[in-house]
């Protein structure tokens, strides 16, 4: 007879509770687009949903408690990732410090540039701390409360479930004709792009990062799979996602959806998949007009003077001029851009386009440092699992690779936009990251078996 814990999470009334929370937890991008919709503009109610998500988070640590008093420990499975959140909390909240005792300024663009003196408030810090740092909490409670290969498919299928939803409905607003912003083109070079679609996620660069997350996933389980009806069904949703990732003209998705694959290509060693990848580029290049001209745009005199001229060069150059004059602490969490600054009204703020040239404004080389460190651990841990795993054909060995190359993806997209600071992406981040602990930490234990 098989033990409680080789039953997994669906087995027992504490881990019953459990397993849907986390199931909840998969289907995120819907839940939340749902609660918005149905009951976003109810007095009161409506002031409440933003906070569902907390309660989740709350209820995942109470399960966690539970588990721990029935087990009679605690156990959090720490590792080095462990301290590197830590200490990028830490670093962040030197930021701040630094802001109060030393009262940096920071640039304002607008009209003409000159120097404003900005305050790191007690809620721009919070504000700050829980959008750069929240979703880490999911991390560090999946990864003691997962212990089984069951849940963690699960887990998988309903996040490819909920995204294959949220691509279609992209799909649905191209074939509709809906409306998007003439900002988010360049109108006099993209005649022929009409939409921009940004499906239930609200932007499309925001939308081409959760398919970034979950297409490499669905892909690697497609190449996976034993048998056609997997296959199909694998595979028809990684079409769907591709499809709406396109339909977002999002450069940066693009580009970090190639750079993920090419990772996946090496960790895995598939050299089918990069003969598969140079013919689709070389498509591309013949059929899709559309898609070269949008990339291509980066390249012309046009768009480097808009980008000069308050777009994203102008902002880069802005954070790094900041940067340079506040090198180890920056001016304080929240004070320089993206969503927390302009959210609370910082003079000069707007939106950076890049996450990593923000975090050098405001946290300073300590706090930039120790942050990269944390993200791109998991990558490199992940990475050397892969490439050297010798067990090669199950399920766990598909979706880490699968995992990395997601969050390679979006390491590189975030070098053109600040895509953690969208909630729907950055709580999957560090979700998959959790999985991806766990699904090592289940290799090593079948490996000593």
Not at 161 to 181: C, D, H, M
Not at 385 to 394: G, L
């Amino acid at each position: 007879m098989q033990t409680q814990p080789q039953l997994g999470l669906r087995a027992g009334r504490v881990r019953d509770i459990t397993y849907y929370l986390l199931l909840i937890l998969s289907f995120f991008s819907i839940i939340n687009y749902m609660l918005r919709e149905l009951f976003g503009d109810i007095p009161l109610i409506g002031s409440l949903i933003p906070a569902w998500k907390e309660g989740l988070i709350f209820l995942l640590y109470l399960m966690f408690y539970l588990k721990s008093k029935a087990e009679g420990r605690i156990d959090w499975k720490g590792s080095r990732l462990h301290w590197l959140i830590l200490f990028t909390f830490i670093a962040t909240l030197l930021s701040a410090a630094s802001n109060w005792i030393i009262k940096p300024y920071v640039l304002d663009i607008s009209p003409t540039y000159h120097w404003v003196q900005v305050t790191a408030t007690l809620p721009i810090v919070i504000d700050g701390l829980r959008t750069l740092l929240e979703a880490t909490l999911y991390f560090l409670v999946l990864n003691a409360l997962i212990d089984d290969e069951d849940t963690i498919k699960d887990m998988i299928h309903g996040m490819i479930v909920a995204a294959t939803l949220v691509a279609a409905f992209g799909i649905f607003q191209k074939l509709a004709g809906w409306e998007t912003p003439p900002s988010w083109t360049y109108s006099e070079v993209e005649k022929g792009i009409k939409i921009r679609v940004f499906s239930s996620i609200g932007n499309p660069n925001a939308l081409g990062g959760f398919m970034v997350l979950i297409t490499p996933i669905a892909i690697a389980l497609t190449l996976w799979a034993k048998n056609w009806g997997q296959r199909i069904l694998y595979g028809g949703a990684s079409l769907i996602m591709l499809y709406c990732l396109i339909l977002t003209y999002s450069r940066g998705a693009w580009l970090g959806f190639l750079a993920g694959m090419v990772i996946y290509t090496i960790i895995t060693r598939n050299k089918w998949l990069a003969l598969a990848g140079i013919a689709v580029l070389a498509a591309a290049a013949i059929f899709a007009d559309t898609v070269v001209a949008r990339l291509t745009l980066a390249f012309t005199p046009e768009y480097w003077q808009k980008a000069s001229e308050g777009g994203r060069v102008e902002f880069w150059a802005r954070a790094l001029k900041i940067f340079s004059e506040y090198p180890v602490f920056g001016t304080g969490i929240g004070t320089v851009g993206d969503s927390v600054a302009t959210r609370h009204g910082v003079p000069g703020a707007t939106w950076i386009d890049n996450q990593y040239f923000k975090l050098l404004a405001e946290t300073g080389i300590i706090g930039t440092l120790t942050y990269v460190a944390m993200v791109f651990t998991p990558v490199i841990n992940g990475m050397k699992n892969v490439f050297f795993n010798k067990q090669r054909d199950t399920f766990l060995f598909a979706l880490n690779a699968g995992i990395v190359a997601a969050l390679c993806g979006m390491l590189v997209e975030n070098f053109t936009a600040a895509i953690f600071e969208d909630l729907n992406v950055i709580t999957h981040f560090w979700t998959l990251i959790a999985l991806l602990y766990v699904s090592m930490r289940l290799q090593a234990q079948k490996a000593k078996a």
